[in-house]
């Protein structure tokens, strides 16, 4: 699925295209593409049709187009799930997988392009979270790293307060967001720490280190376009990331470690693979 620097070459993407558009049309091709919105796709229809999409938002993995209306402020958002292999395009393309297409006031066409299915569009209404004001199903999601409010020493305090795996609380988008399998793999490979070590069990430094590392590699990400391993993933101009070329652990098991030249390993982990090297990143004893 995608992660922070996916996600936010996608929001920068429709900056550009979306922001200040009226929705003039829109159409559900597949049901499953409106199954998140509760009260039905006609009503789905309804509240975006004829809205001015106000800007282009994201926390974390989540992204939303606030809405507004008449002039008043917005009150409501789309929330855009990616699932595992959603796109947001805007122009002309291949509509094999075209889930949901949206008529734009300057004559373009947004379209929600999405083969495995697993994503689809909501209509949320805008409620005020950690001094912000975001979709009611985003409420519960931390800020992340590269969030200007981020509280370093917060979620530090937090993490170190969390006795089980710091993969796992790396992964736990209520205390950092942003961080999904790929880059906590980076990210622990960079602070020679292995994923199954206890937080509690970290000194504060290390992990205050951690969360640098994670927002570093998150960063040379962004900077790349993102992390694409298959066509699945592009921007709205349909153009691949490819940072995966720069990728230290996740997605190596059988090569040499860059850093030591130790085999690097795989073993599973929340129906995941975690990717690490065993001298770097010492097997914690159970």
């Known amino acids: 699925m995608p992660e922070l620097p996916e996600v936010e070459v996608v929001r920068r993407g429709l900056v550009d295209h979306l922001v200040g558009r009226g929705v003039t049309s829109v159409e559900v091709l597949h049901p499953r593409a409106a199954r998140r919105h509760v009260a039905g796709e006609a009503d789905l229809i309804g509240q975006i049709t004829g809205a001015d999409v106000e800007s282009a938002e994201r926390r974390g993995k989540f992204l939303w187009l606030p809405l507004a209306r008449g002039g008043a402020s917005a009150d409501a958002a789309i929330v855009v799930h990616l699932g595992m292999s959603g796109q947001m395009l ?3 393309g291949d509509d094999r997988h075209l889930r949901i297409r949206a008529g734009l006031s300057d004559g373009a066409v947004l379209r929600f392009v999405d083969q495995r299915t697993f994503g689809g569009w909501a209509v949320d209404p805008l409620v005020q979270a950690d001094g912000a004001l975001v979709p009611a199903s985003v409420a519960h999601i931390a800020r992340d790293p590269l969030d200007p409010l981020f ?5 530090i305090a937090r993490m170190k307060r969390k006795d089980t795996e710091i993969k796992r609380v790396l992964l736990d988008q209520t205390v950092i967001s942003g961080v999904g ?11 020679g720490v292995h994923g199954r070590r206890r937080a509690s069990a970290l000194t504060k430094p290390a992990l205050g280190r951690l969360i640098n590392d994670a927002t570093a590699v998150m960063r040379r990400a962004l900077d790349q376009g993102g992390t694409s391993f298959d066509s699945l993933y592009v921007n709205v101009n349909g153009q691949s990331g490819y940072f995966e070329r720069s990728l230290n652990a996740y997605g190596r098991d059988g ?3 860059r850093r030591c030249g130790t085999i690097m390993r795989r ?5 995941r693979g975690s990717h690490f090297c065993p001298t770097c990143q010492t097997v914690p004893r159970r």
Do not use: Q, T
């Open 151 to 155: 509280d370093r020493d917060a979620v």
């Open 255 to 257: 090569e040499p470690c």
């Open 181 to 191: 399998n790929i880059y906590a793999d980076e990210a622990l490979w960079l602070s």
């Open 267 to 271: 073993e599973s982990f929340m129906n």
């Open 90 to 92: 805007v122009g002309p």
